[in-house]
């Protein structure tokens, strides 16, 4: 049965790790505005000249 | 566009300090960031194009293009470049930002508390179910003690976070509404949740069990993701415009024989105003030039321009055509009549909204839980245990999660997919209204027809000489619409031309004496006049002395009206057409409507008086209009939508703002109302009947956590799954319609 502590735990820091990455991406805007980085996504890409 | 404000030195009040520092949302040395509203953004092109800003100006570090909320934040270096220059920049390809002053600006609604609130919760709902798993599926000779209480011990640490962070929205909402001495959903919300937590807390530290610590993680998980649909809804719409979007920021005065350009705010009666071709008058103000041509389209709607005289009073929103003019400021932009009919008609009556309605229910539904629970406890009282199992079980069943969780769900996606049609609601309960509408009345010019108009001439046949001769004698004058009879023609072959200023204008050219001009004006000089045309001719011609006919503004049906009134009289909607203009349109729109139900000349008095006259016959009337015009209609009217040719256009207030391509799916609007509704409803016994079910087990004391955790998450899932499904397959009959012609410019 203690088998089950570990799979706990496990899963609790697997999921601990998803929530921080979840939260940081949230936190630094990613999921402010879904729409415009699909139309973006579609633009050829330049090469850098000048800026 | 039509919006377009001629000036060129409009945004030099960018070049204040203080203007800057209320713009500029962050500033230093290096960097400056200022975002903007840009009413014409509207698609791909679009995004990219404004991305490349920094090709244009290359004081600019970056731009990012929000479109969903029409914004544009741009990053620029202040040593290089400054506000004034972007703003130039964007307006002369066509994005001309809507800059507010101070006290307008809009407080940027964040999404980001929530996407946190949605991911504590769902993580804790995930691992406390994973725990509660273990626990279900233990067989009978259950989980070993000291695991057990591991177990518990760490699912109620996971779910603190969530009772404290996530789910507080519901606590504060419930808290303020009790303060006011109301009820409404959120406060069985909040109770339901709060009962939930408690009843897991003592069950877990009185060693009873595992508590429904699972469920609580889940429901308040399932909440959030109701309200993040609000969200989305909400921060889709811009209906926060007022008339003052619409006005310039700057105008220029003469104070002490100088002339000066001061924000319109500033403006003092007495003051002289300048305005040139193509401005807006921001107050109302008297005429000082000899004469003027004055657009009042963004205020009634109508293109035609009308021609002022020195003396007379122009209202506030007309827009100068033609040479530059001298006013004196009357009264100061915010006691302009324009500004004071704005804020009239946005303060709209409340009206009994769907809101409103769920409050009400919501109290009833409150009362008649806390009933039963009390009712329950007490069958079971000699047993205290029991009986508090028995209260709490009852408040977490009757927590309607899944009732609360179905209207915003099915409105807020309408509302998105409505929005990509180019309709944009102004709140969730807007589409209950519209159900309701069995009348619509409908605005002529700029709704069914196009608001842009062209001449055509009505009359005897000219010869190729006499047409060329009306066009050089309609070539010396700058009346509007001499300069569209002309039609480019800029010679000067005319002799002895004589031009009456308001009335018409005389001369001779090819060998032809025309007199071009008012009814009166042509009448009272020719012979032949018994034969004139309608009155409502804008330009009456004679030539040689005989009367030969006018030219009139011709304005075109907009594709596909039709076949929409046709739907509107099929499904038992009267329809009819209230016009502040003549009947030069009636027989193109008699096929349509019929004879009867054309009402021409009306004053915007007269159109109230119709609709209030339909409504106490018990009709729900929709009014369709653009101008401000309407406005006084489209307040007394039950819904409102106003058309707009595209959406930087001043429009009066109303629940709906349609694109003009979209008035021909007003009809499968209404139909789709209809769907929604039944999409609620359908909802709401859905989740009745699992709240009843719950509530007969919670009463006899068999509402198991087990129980719970598979009858409260499936009845949300399911109100959830038929709102979002319901709210996107009934709109396939409006796309349709609206799609057919419509592509993006």
Not at chain 2, 441 to 467: I, M, N, R, S
Not at chain 2, 485 to 509: K, M
């Amino acid at each position: 049965m203690f088998v089950i502590a570990i799979l706990l735990i496990a899963s609790i820091c697997v999921a601990a790790c998803f929530l921080i990455g979840y939260l940081w991406a949230s936190r630094s805007g990613q999921y402010d505005d879904m729409h415009t980085p699909a139309i973006r996504m579609l633009f050829d890409d330049r090469r850098a000249s000048g800026k | 566009m039509r919006t377009q404000r001629g000036a060129e030195d409009q945004y030099l009040i960018l070049d204040d300090k203080k203007v800057q520092q209320e713009q500029v949302s962050f500033a230093s040395p290096t960097r400056n960031r200022v975002t903007w509203t840009i009413p014409s953004l509207h698609c791909a092109s679009c995004v990219w194009l404004l991305e490349q800003l920094h090709r244009l100006d290359g004081g600019v570090l970056s731009s990012t293009v929000d479109i969903m909320r029409k914004s544009l934040t741009v990053d620029y270096d202040p040593q290089a470049t400054t506000l004034r220059k972007i703003a130039e920049a964007l307006a002369s390809i066509g994005y001309a930002p809507l800059i507010r002053l101070e006290g307008e600006s809009r407080s940027p609604s964040s999404t980001r508390g929530l996407y946190t609130r949605i991911g504590l919760a769902g993580f804790a709902a995930v691992n406390t179910m994973l725990i509660a798993f273990a626990q279900y599926l233990a067989g009978p000779e259950g989980v070993d003690v000291v695991l057990r209480n591991t177990f518990n011990i760490v699912a109620a640490v996971l779910s603190v976070p969530v009772l404290l962070y996530s789910a507080s929205p519901w606590f504060t909402a419930a808290w303020a509404s009790l303060r006011q001495r109301r009820i409404n959903l959120d406060v069985p919300v909040a109770i339901g949740i709060l009962a939930l937590f408690i009843r897991s807390s003592v069950d877990i530290i009185g060693g009873r069990g595992e508590g429904y610590l699972d469920s609580f993680n889940a429901l308040v998980f399932l909440l959030l993701i109701g309200r993040l649909f609000q969200q989305k809804a909400f921060d889709a719409l811009s209906f926060d415009r007022s008339y003052r979007s619409f006005f310039p920021l700057s105008v220029r005065v003469f104070r002490d024989d100088e002339a000066e350009i001061i924000p319109i705010e500033q403006v003092r009666r007495g003051d002289f105003l300048i305005i040139r071709n193509g401005e807006v008058i921001p107050c109302d103000s008297t005429l000082e030039s000899e004469a003027a041509y004055i657009d009042y389209s963004f205020v009634t709607g109508e293109s035609s321009p009308v021609e002022s005289l020195r003396g007379q009073v122009l209202h506030a929103g007309g827009k100068v055509i033609g040479n530059a003019v001298t006013l004196i400021a009357r009264k100061e932009v915010a006691h302009s009549e324009l500004a004071e009919m704005w804020d009239r008609t946005w303060k709209r009556a409340h009206r009994k909204t769907f809101l409103t309605v769920s409050d009400t229910f919501g109290r009833w539904f409150t009362l008649l839980a806390m009933a039963v629970a009390v009712g329950g406890a007490m069958l079971w009282l000699p047993d205290w245990e029991m009986a508090f199992n028995v209260f709490t079980a009852v408040l977490i069943i009757a927590c309607p999660c899944a009732l609360t969780l179905s209207a915003p769900i099915t409105l807020g996606s309408a509302m998105g997919k409505l929005g990509g049609l180019g309709i944009y609601l102004k709140n969730v309960g807007t589409l209950l209204e519209l159900y309701r509408v069995n009348a619509v009345f409908f605005d002529k010019t700029g709704t069914l027809t196009e608001a842009t108009h062209h001449l055509e001439y009505y009359g005897k046949d000219l010869t190729a000489e006499q047409l060329i001769a009306v066009r050089a004698i309609a070539a010396q004058s700058t009346h509007p619409v001499s300069r569209s009879i002309a039609d480019g023609y800029s010679d000067t072959n005319a002799t002895g031309v004589l031009e009456f200023i308001g009335t018409g204008i005389a001369g001779s050219a090819f060998g032809h004496h025309v007199l071009l001009g008012s009814r009166d004006f042509v009448v009272d000089r020719v012979t032949g006049a018994e034969r004139v045309l309608g009155k409502h001719g804008v330009t009456h011609v004679a030539i040689d002395g005989h009367y030969v006919g006018c030219f009139a503004l011709k304005s075109s049906l907009r594709s596909g009206i039709a076949e929409m009134v046709r739907e509107l009289f099929r499904s038992g909607k009267q329809s009819q057409v209230v016009s502040g203009d003549g009947s030069i349109d009636a027989p193109v729109l008699a096929p349509i409507f019929g004879e009867d139900l054309l009402n021409f000349n009306c004053r915007p008095e007269d159109k109230i008086q119709k609709i209030e006259t339909a409504q106490a016959q018990g009709d729900t009337i929709l009014m369709v209009g653009d101008g401000l015009n309407d406005a006084g209609a489209m307040g007394t009217a039950d819904v409102a939508i106003a058309v707009t040719e595209d959406t930087a256009t001043l429009v009066p207030a109303c629940d709906v703002i349609i694109r003009s391509n979209a008035v021909k799916g007003i009809a499968a609007l209404l139909d789709y109302a209809k769907r929604v509704k039944q999409v609620i409803v359908a909802c709401f016994i859905i989740s009745i009947v699992y709240n009843i079910l719950g509530l007969g087990l919670a009463v006899m004391g068999l509402l198991s956590p087990l129980m719970a955790a598979i009858l409260m998450p499936v009845s949300s899932l399911t109100v959830i799954g038929v709102s979002v499904a319901g709210a996107r397959m009934s709109i396939k009959h409006l796309q349709r319609k609206i799609e057919e012609t419509t592509a993006c410019s």
